[in-house]
């Protein structure tokens, strides 16, 4: 947890940040590496966990922290939507961002220790899975088999694809890779990221799932997952709520009865399973 | 109807005081420092605001509520201070304002300098509420839980809160919308004043019991040189807040678990064809704690500030996120609010989002009353198990 040393900063003030470096992913989406302005320092974070970032003047939102560059450098990935996503876009190396946070729950990858580790991200649901995928692959040992299944749009939206070859090129790394809707030169696969569940090998009873997408893609992920014989339990779902404040003030993460920003975003599936299934929630 | 008994102590902790000492009361309160407010009557309603002295208070009025309706009445014979049940506004407007100025931003050479001008003004907020009623306390109790009682603390409700000293009143006649004493929060006040007064005789005869809360409370109190109660006083002011429980609405005691599996009910559309989403029930609600905030920058675009606001669950952009709103439906956000209120609170702040003020009831234009719903949730629920 990253304390102000001020003596009594409100929970709503950001500190500034500088960018050290942006680099263009995809067409819409880009990366940014942040460092705190005034005194470069550690920025601990657990794998799963968010930050608001702060656009100067235009607003805040809600984006989870996508790796950690060392030296207490922040990594963030962010697809371009509207208005606050846009003005991220536009900054350059030397612009200022503010940055409250780290916020919300984490991916159990202690938990998950001794255990198969299966993460299906689709879209930019790969980015808050990374530091996860980071942390099995610095400590492998640990881990039973790993599996890697990504799906995007196109293969013009496939995210972090030198990361991805890198990872398949691993021996002790099994990565699927597929997209909805194929072009020329795309020798891959073509579908929805359930359909790689089936041809991955795991022990569906001794495995830890890792899920962040769309809803829909994530509750056909836990149909597929469970059929296979993995429990809810462990079943881990990221989940996305409109955030005004990521400090359980402001309301608007609510979900059932929990808060998105405090109680997640990362969910034991067994916990939210009701509330996933109804509508307007 | 439950209070806490006060420990006991070998000072006397009630005392008796003439009504026109009241003026004293808040005079102590101005002159110590405080920005002293109270009830007062204002287009027709008794609504929270400054008060200079007695004068200002509403003396003689009494008020009528039904769902949907709010009319005052002024009484000639006996007049008294606090004979109304609470109005539109809520002490909530000064503890956590409407619209709030949170911080100020200027760029710097080394990134951009934020001063938080809203812990400056709260800071110089120091504040007396007269005529806080035992539901608002269980209220502002709540809302401390909300924004103070977490991992993060919103700095600027937690210094406003310090500093607000609490003259409660005691209930001695309510409206027909509360259910404070279905919901253990009145009419008798509890805990969380500095000093809490029971209105109690008329006329010649009219005088208040002031009981001590807190040290703070005590201090004031010597200085106005109130006499030690009479058991008889006391046992009159008992009397008048145990009449007040009576008649009035009453919430269901299953009603939290109940809603809690009543995600799916066909009643939620019901309502929702009625509600109008005005949002009403929400801005006045003493415990809805729902915002937003907004950032904006100077012209040059050299400054920056953010506000927070009161937001809504009833409006649609609420529960936005790209693709749309979560809860597009209207049956939807009837849902989320009902059930957070009466039951998701208890899971979330371990205590009710209600707190049986009526005020939803009052003041929803439409006369949706929120204990009569409850009622049909719980009646299916029976019959569920029956059947
Ligand atoms: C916990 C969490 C982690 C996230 N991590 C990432 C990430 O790593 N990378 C990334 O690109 N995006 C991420 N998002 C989504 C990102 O927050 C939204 O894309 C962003 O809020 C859109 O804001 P905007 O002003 O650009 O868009 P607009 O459409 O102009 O948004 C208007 C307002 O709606 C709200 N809003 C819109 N879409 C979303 C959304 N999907 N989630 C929450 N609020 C929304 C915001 O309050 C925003 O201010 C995350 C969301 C959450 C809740
Ligand atoms: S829900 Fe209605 S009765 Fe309950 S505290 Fe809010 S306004 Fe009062
Ligand atoms: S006050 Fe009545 S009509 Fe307005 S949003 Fe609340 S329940 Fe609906
Ligand atoms: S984002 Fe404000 S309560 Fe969760």
């Known amino acids: 947890m990253v304390k102000s040393t001020k003596p009594v900063p409100d929970s709503m003030t950001p500190a500034p940040f500088r960018v050290t470096a942006r680099r263009q992913d995809l067409a819409d989406t880009f990366t940014i590496e942040l460092e705190a302005a005034d005194s470069p320092r550690g920025f601990a974070f657990r794998p799963g966990q968010f930050n608001m970032l702060y656009h100067f003047g235009v607003g805040e939102v809600p984006i989870s922290i996508s790796g950690d560059a060392g030296a207490g450098k922040l990594i963030h990935t962010i697809r371009d939507v509207g208005a606050v996503t846009h003005g991220l876009s536009t900054l350059k190396k030397g612009d200022m961002v503010g940055v409250r946070g780290p916020f919300g729950s984490a991916w159990p990858v202690d938990a998950a220790e001794g255990s198969d580790v299966v993460i299906v991200a689709g879209g930019i649901g790969l980015a808050p899975l990374r530091p996860a995928i980071q942390h099995v692959l610095d400590n492998r040992d640990r881990y039973g088999r790993f599996v890697i299944l990504y799906g995007a749009r196109s293969p013009k939206d496939v995210l972090y694809l030198p990361e991805l070859q890198s990872w398949r ?113 | 109807m439950t209070n806490p008994a006060k420990p006991k102590s070998s000072k006397p902790d009630a005392f008796v005081m003439d009504a026109n000492r009241l003026d004293a009361l808040i005079g102590a309160l101005a002159s110590s420092g405080h920005a002293v407010m109270g009830p007062r009557v204002a287009d027709g309603a008794v609504i929270l605001g400054p008060v200079a002295g007695a004068a200002d208070l509403p003396l003689g009025v009494t008020d009528r509520q039904e769902p949907g309706r709010y009319r005052l009445k002024t009484v000639k014979k006996d007049p008294a201070y606090f004979d109304f049940a609470v109005g539109p506004h809520t002490w909530k407007k000064f503890l956590f304002p409407p619209r709030e100025k949170l911080w100020s931003a200027e760029r710097a050479a080394k990134g951009f300098a934020v001063r938080e001008d809203g812990i400056d003004a709260a800071r110089r907020d120091k504040l007396a509420f007269v005529g806080v009623r035992a539901c608002e306390l269980a209220a502002i109790a709540a809302q401390d839980r909300v924004l103070t009682g977490g991992e993060y603390r919103s700095e600027t409700y937690a210094l406003r809160r310090e500093q607000t000293f609490i003259v409660a009143v005691n209930c001695r006649t309510s409206a027909a919308t509360c259910f404070c004493a279905s919901m253990n929060t009145g009419p008798g006040v509890g805990a969380g004043h500095d000093l809490a007064l029971t209105e109690l005789g008329g006329g010649k005869d009219h005088r208040f019991l002031v009981e001590v809360g807190s040290t703070r409370g005590e201090k004031v109190l010597m200085a106005l040189n109130a006499k030690p109660a009479k058991p008889k006083d006391v046992a009159a002011a008992r009397a008048a807040v145990a009449q007040a429980a009576k008649g009035q609405r009453k919430m269901p005691k299953s009603a939290p678990t109940v809603l809690a599996g009543a995600t799916d009910s066909p009643r939620w ?85 209600c707190v049986g003020c009526g005020r939803c009831i009052t003041w929803c234009p439409v006369g949706i009353d929120i204990t009569l719903e409850a009622r049909g949730f719980v009646k299916d629920a029976k019959g569920k198990r029956k059947g």
């Open chain 1, 169 to 281: 090129g691993r021996l002790d790394t099994y990565v699927d890779v597929t997209v909805d809707h194929a072009e020329s030169g795309w020798a891959g696969n073509v579908g929805v990221v359930t359909k790689l569940i089936e041809r991955a090998n795991f022990d569906a009873t001794h495995a830890v799932a890792m899920l962040c997408g769309p809803e829909i893609m994530m509750r056909f992920t836990v149909a597929e997952l469970t059929a296979r014989g993995m429990d809810r339990g462990d079943i881990h779902v990221s989940m996305e709520r409109n955030m005004k404040c990521a400090v359980g003030h402001c309301g608007h993460c609510q979900f059932g009865p929990k808060f998105v920003c405090k109680d997640g975003p990362v969910f034991p599936y067994g916990e939210i399973e009701a509330l996933l299934k109804a509508r307007g929630v």
């Open chain 2, 269 to 353: 559309a019901d309502i929702a064809q009625r509600c109008l989403n005005c949002a009403s029930c929400t801005q006045v609600c003493p415990t809805c704690f729902c915002n937003t905030v907004t950032d904006t920058t100077t012209l040059d675009g050299s400054g920056a500030e953010r506000w927070r606001h009161w937001d809504s669950c009833f409006t649609l952009d609420f529960s936005y996120i790209h693709g749309g709103a979560i809860r597009g439906d209207g049956a939807h956000r009837y849902r989320q609010w009902m059930t957070h209120k009466l039951s998701h609170w208890f899971e979330q702040f371990g205590t009710s989002g």
